[in-house]
């Protein structure tokens, strides 16, 4: 007979290591606190479920992680996810190397899921919420639950981390667990998340989309730089490339350091091109207002912003404007600097950083602490860019606990 195993969580990591746990022949449950399996992952992606990335690599997740996502990568990386989806009647496609599931339906993926549970005749406790394990003598391990106490061979903790809608219940009650079985915890914060702007700043009234170079400093230092398109709002700033960068810079912004945004909107140009388009734009210095001389240069809200900044009328002839303030203006463009007041939190957030010391993991995601129980996906102290890179890791940790814990 195979062995005894609770997954506690029944998000991505959780119910891949239930997968692979009862496929090895395993009696497994899985324990989840939500109404439903999958409640966040049937979000991803906006509801299409980035699944993996073809450019897996590990310098795409935090630092401290790195040597050991390339150990765990190497172990089960981007071909194994797509055999595992497959195996599950699930069809993939690459959007520039971005995985995604044919249907582009977030909720097929769930149901995937929730069907191979279903056929591997996996138990599954809706509604009930995991308060504590421990490890009892015979290599056994007790989980007390708000319902009931249950005893296992192994326990497999996939709690999730603080990040998610309220929807999600994501409120790290897997940091208290760990810490009682003798876990270290590292700090955390809310990562892949937009900045509110410091009061006063002056932004764009309406939505804008951007393609932009943005840089965050703070002091003479750059924490982070990404391209691609912001939004910018009337009190905040967000977008793939500020999401990406907020893992660098969170941590000062919490700790209420004086972060800036700058911002370049013609991140295509080098200083020569940039150079002979203004030479090109002042040949329309005439009886033309400063307004409709810059209509065809950017996006409206983005010149309202940068008139608004530089307090310059808009009304103002071309032909009463000098030309070395008129360049001043045009080149304002590629420096738009905005202070950072807070990000917008960890419900706003699609990852968490910190958690789980690595320290105290095995490579089969076994707790050195505590014999019997594994710790998987967003518990842990790794946390990757946006692009299905912390979906990658929920699945490769899910599927080697699952596999270790059923042996």
């Known amino acids: 007979m195979g062995k005894s195993i609770i997954v506690a969580g029944g998000g991505a990591a959780g119910m891949c290591a239930a997968i692979y746990a009862a496929r090895n022949g395993a009696s497994v449950t899985i324990i989840e606190k939500n109404s439903v399996l999958g409640k966040k992952l049937s979000m991803t992606g906006n509801g299409r479920c980035n699944l993996t990335n073809l450019d897996m690599r590990e310098e795409c997740f935090n630092p401290p992680a790195r040597a050991r996502m390339k150990e765990w990568l190497s172990t089960y990386g981007v071909e194994d996810v797509i055999s595992f989806f497959k195996s599950m009647g699930v069809v993939v496609k690459s959007e520039d190397g971005y995985i995604y599931p044919v249907s582009g339906q977030a909720m097929s993926v769930v149901n995937a899921l929730i069907n191979e549970i279903n056929r591997l005749g996996i138990s599954v406790n809706l509604g009930e919420q995991v308060k504590g394990v421990k ?10 639950t708000n319902k009931a106490e249950y005893e296992a061979d192994a326990v497999i903790l996939s709690m999730g981390a603080l990040s998610g809608a309220k929807s999600t219940m994501s409120t790290g009650d897997g940091y208290y667990i760990c810490k009682n079985i003798g876990m270290t915890v590292k700090d955390t914060h809310p990562a892949l998340v937009g900045f509110k702007v410091a009061e006063g700043e002056i932004m ?23 391209y691609g398109e912001v939004q910018l709002s009337s009190d905040g700033i967000s977008g793939i490339p500020v999401m990406q960068a907020s893992r660098e810079v969170i941590k000062f912004v919490e700790e ?10 013609f991140p295509d140009y080098d200083e020569s091109d940039f150079n002979a388009l203004k030479a090109d734009m002042l040949r329309l210095k005439d009886e033309r207002t400063l307004e409709e001389f810059l209509q065809g240069f950017a996006n409206s809200g983005i010149t309202d912003m940068v008139l608004g900044r530089m307090k310059v009328g808009r009304k103002m002839k071309m032909k009463n404007i000098s030309v070395s303030m008129a360049e001043c203006i045009l080149d304002t463009y590629r420096n738009v600097k905005i202070a950072i007041d807070s990000s917008y939190g960890y419900q706003a ?19 050195k602490t505590a014999p ?9 102290d790794v946390d990757g860019r946006c692009g299905g890179y912390n979906l990658q890791f929920a ?9 270790a814990a059923s042996l």
């Not at 968490?352 to 707790?367: E, M, V």
């Open 135 to 144: 490890c009892l003598e015979g290599s056994r391990v007790l989980l007390n």
């Open 204 to 226: 764009p009234s309406a939505g804008v989309r951007a393609t932009a170079e943005v840089s965050f400093i703070l002091g003479g230092e750059v924490l982070a730089g990404e």
């Open 256 to 265: 209420k350091k004086p972060v800036y945004a700058v911002l370049d909107f």
């Open 349 to 367: 957030s699609q990852v968490t950083t910190g958690g789980i010391s690595l320290g105290d993991i095995g490579s089969d995601f076994s707790c």
């Open 372 to 380: 019997g129980i594994y710790c998987v996906g967003e518990l842990l």
């Open 395 to 403: 699945w490769t940790s899910g599927s080697i606990a699952g596999c």
